[in-house]
């Protein structure tokens, strides 16, 4: 193609591009830029033209006629399928008149959570543990599992990440700290760095996938530990003064060049900063926090994407959940978009409403100066990456590449390593349970495993008494709920396991040897596992056969606790929302493990 216009030309910079193009768009265009929604992928590939399961619209119809180029994608197929669907959506924006490329953003996807609220399980890409269990490495595992995952996503044309997350895991009964990097701020703070570059690499260019941080200013001091995606968690509090600590990490992701900042639904109570009472409303609504403090004061010159579903209620799959305009309910959606605008954010995170936008420029409620400022960031993020460029993949890199088995090694020796040993105690002759004897026939009884896994740790036997040892799997206590929509996916409320599991499990312990393995997406109350079990174990995020590896120290098991472990319900009650790690005699401190010594 000839050059026939400015931003066409890859010599100039991207901001001289971005700035060249913004004076040939329409209003129209430049509005559609400000959206960011669901997106889903069809069968073999192909584009939905229907409303999906979460989306709201037909493809052709976000991109063709509300102008929007920037999507958040589900549900994907195959690599090959992936790589063919985000084909098609490229050529589907061709046809607009200036071909704005899309950028496709996804919530984490390389674990074992599946939660359409804030992540997805692997489904054909390399498998890894959870964030908090990268965090439990605390090594140059982060950094390998970035640079992997950066290439899986660029093979299937996935050019933006909407992480890492941040916030310290401060209150124990947070339903979304599995995604954090733990409680301390320091070691969230190597984390990020390493993250940042291995998705980004040294700067954002044609060969990243650009990085959206969040929840700024640091969703962690949940009032009660509950989830700010619901109308009874949408209070952030700081009995403890610490609302500092918890911007450190946002501190050090903007001098490591962080793309885009995204700020939580939160809305904090009784917050001063420097002295001035800070507005009780959700923090994409607050001008004091994202232009004052993220923009002038931290000095942030990237995008700022809204958290998803501020302006509207989201009504999917039979069930609501109300729009997030924490402190702002009484607004009107119109209302509510003015006051994000004016608080400083450039796109709205799980909405397509273009026409509300387009009508308050028009009527004079919002400068389309504001729109030109918001448009102008958001364009030159895409010509940084190179999308106008070329935006397509090749689908036989993308089948041989994602998911590849160095690939997959790679991730199976991080879940394996990531595994942390909180008690290991001997036997009459002082011998400890793990490592487990690979040398010699034993007997093993399992719970939660697979008896495929199981067979690799001796000969399955249908009762404990029978048995050598016992492995049982856990999963994290929480207490079930289903009233709104996405709720049954996060695990919130009580940590204590329920009497008649720790009942079940004193019986298996009284006929044989016990492994007891706790999913530790949140810091369970292990009390009584420790005085139950000859060995505990806490996982965050590992298959079977990577426990497996690592209970026989095939792969030494070598994670410390990325945050502590309270003795007690009460405990938790008693310590300030916004202190890490700040529960009265902790049964485990962060960082904690037990060293096992190979036989």
């Known amino acids: ?192 760095r390493a993250y940042l570059e291995g998705f980004q690499g040294a700067h954002v260019g044609e060969g990243s996938v650009a990085c959206v941080t969040k929840h700024f200013p640091g969703a962690g001091p949940q009032l009660g530990g509950e989830d ?147 448009a102008m960031r958001l364009l030159e993020l895409k010509f940084r990456l190179g999308l106008f460029d070329d935006p397509y993949v090749d689908e036989d890199e993308a089948a041989e590449v994602v998911g590849c088995a160095a690939h997959n090694e790679a991730g199976f020796r991080a879940q394996a390593a990531s595994v942390t040993v909180l008690r290991n105690a001997q036997d009459d002759k002082g011998t400890p349970l793990l490592p487990v004897p690979r040398e010699q026939e034993l007997r093993v009884y399992v719970e939660g495993m697979s008896e495929k896994a199981a067979r690799r740790l001796g000969r399955v036997v249908p009762r404990p008494e029978d048995a050598d040892f016992a492995v049982v799997r856990l999963p994290a206590p929480y207490e079930p709920r289903d009233d709104l929509l996405f709720e049954s996916l996060f695990h919130q409320g009580s940590l204590e396991y329920r009497p008649g599991l720790l009942s079940r499990l004193r019986t298996v312990a009284g006929k044989t040897r016990l492994i007891v393995d706790a999913n530790l997406e949140r810091p369970a109350i292990l009390t009584p596992l420790v005085d139950i079990a000859d060995t505990v174990v806490g996982t965050y995020g590992v298959s079977d056969e990577a426990l497996v590896a690592a209970l026989t120290g095939q792969i030494a098991p070598r994670g410390r606790l990325p945050f502590e472990i309270p003795r007690s319900p009460g405990a938790i009650e008693n310590s300030p929302e916004d202190v890490p790690n700040s529960t009265p005699d902790p049964l485990f401190a962060a960082g904690f493990r037990v060293e096992v010594v190979p036989r």
């Open 1 to 192: 193609m000839s050059v026939t216009s400015h931003h066409q030309n890859p010599r100039l910079t991207s901001t001289e591009r971005a700035a060249d193009l913004l004076t040939r768009l329409s209003l129209e265009d430049k509005v559609g830029l400000m959206f960011h929604t669901v997106i889903e992928s069809g069968p073999n590939g192909t584009l939905v033209e229907t409303t999906g399961a979460l989306s709201k619209s037909p493809t052709s119809t976000v991109v063709l006629d509300k102008r929007m180029n920037h999507f958040n994608v589900h549900g994907l197929g195959t690599p090959r399928e992936a790589a063919r669907w985000a084909n098609a959506l490229q050529a589907l924006a061709a046809q607009t008149e200036h071909a704005i490329p899309v950028t496709i953003s996804t919530d984490p996807r390389h674990a074992f959570t599946e939660n359409a609220g804030a992540s997805f399980a692997a489904h054909g890409f390399s498998q890894w543990p959870e964030p908090l269990g990268l965090a439990a490495l605390d090594d140059a595992d982060i950094l390998e599992h970035a640079r992997i995952a950066r290439t899986e996503y660029l093979a299937v044309g996935i050019r933006m990440a909407l992480h890492p997350q941040v916030d310290l895991a401060s209150e124990p009964r947070w339903g979304r700290q599995f995604q954090t990097f733990g409680a301390d701020p320091e070691r969230t703070i190597r984390a990020l």
């Open 228 to 374: 700010a995606h619901f109308p009874y968690g949408r209070e952030q509090v700081y009995p403890g003064g610490q609302f500092a600590l918890h911007l450190a990490p946002f501190r050090a992701a903007i001098a490591a060049g962080t793309a885009g900042i995204m700020p939580y639904y939160g809305m904090p109570v009784d917050l001063q900063i420097d002295g001035e009472p800070i507005e009780p409303v959700g923090f994409s609504f607050n001008r004091q926090i994202v232009t004052r403090l993220l923009r002038e004061v931290l000095g942030f010159t990237g995008v700022v994407v809204t958290d998803w579903e501020l302006i509207h209620d989201n009504v999917a799959q039979g069930q609501v959940l109300p729009a997030k305009a924490w402190g702002v309910e009484h607004l009107s959606p119109a209302d509510r978009m003015l006051k994000a605008i004016a608080a400083g954010c450039d796109q709205f995170g799980g909405e397509e409403c273009t026409d509300l936008l387009l009508d308050l420029v028009r009527t004079g409620r919002v400068a389309e100066a504001r729109i030109d400022e918001s």
